[in-house]
């Protein structure tokens, strides 16, 4: 089974923020391929399909941002699953605004929801697709704000593009395309 987490914060506030960037990738999936989401046991909405022979299940952990690496470790136990089979949809300060970049290892860099997952999967080997929020001035309260604002009317056409470009992107990976050939594909 692939797994795709989507990482963001639950609840009507953090809906459309920059920091839930995780959340509206998956939800673009899910409606490219008529999936819809239902609670689990595994602090986490599921959505489950089989894609060209591929069971699939798209995953939003409920458990907020900094510990979404309790979702992970829930959901990869009880379907016996591995961090080989695991993609990362999370934001990216650190990335121009409107780029995507896959990552196959690497640290949590400064990401506390990447931190949890690692923490939790004692692994930083799992494939992350990471989306570019651009950056703000480094002041702490600044970047709180922006990673936890909404998008801009100006930014909505490049998200847009963006989550159209992801929906294909993890659409290659299910269907067995490798770290390089999604690298040489998307990032940018």
Excluded: C
């Amino acid at each position: 089974m692939k797994f795709i987490f989507g990482l963001g914060n639950i609840g009507a506030e953090y809906d459309q923020t920059r920091h839930n960037i995780g959340f509206m990738a998956v939800d673009a999936f899910a409606t490219a391929n008529h999936m819809s989401f239902s609670p689990s046991k595994q602090f986490a909405l599921v959505a489950k399909t089989i894609i060209g022979g591929e069971s699939v299940m798209l995953v939003k952990p409920t458990t907020y941002m900094n510990d979404s690496g309790k979702a992970v470790r829930a959901i990869l136990d009880y379907y016996d699953g591995d961090v080989d089979d695991v993609l990362v949809l999370v934001d990216d300060m650190d990335l121009p605004f409107g780029k995507m970049r896959f990552r196959a290892k690497g640290s949590a860099g400064g990401h506390n929801g990447l931190k949890s997952i690692m923490t939790h999967t004692g692994s930083q080997t799992f494939l992350r697709l990471k989306f570019g929020l651009g950056h703000p001035v480094h002041e702490q309260n600044v970047v709180v704000n922006y990673v936890l604002g909404k998008f801009t009317a100006a930014e909505k056409p490049d998200i847009d593009a963006m989550l159209d470009r992801s929906t294909q992107a993890i659409a290659d990976w299910i269907q067995g395309a490798t770290a390089p050939e999604l690298s040489n594909r998307y990032n940018g």
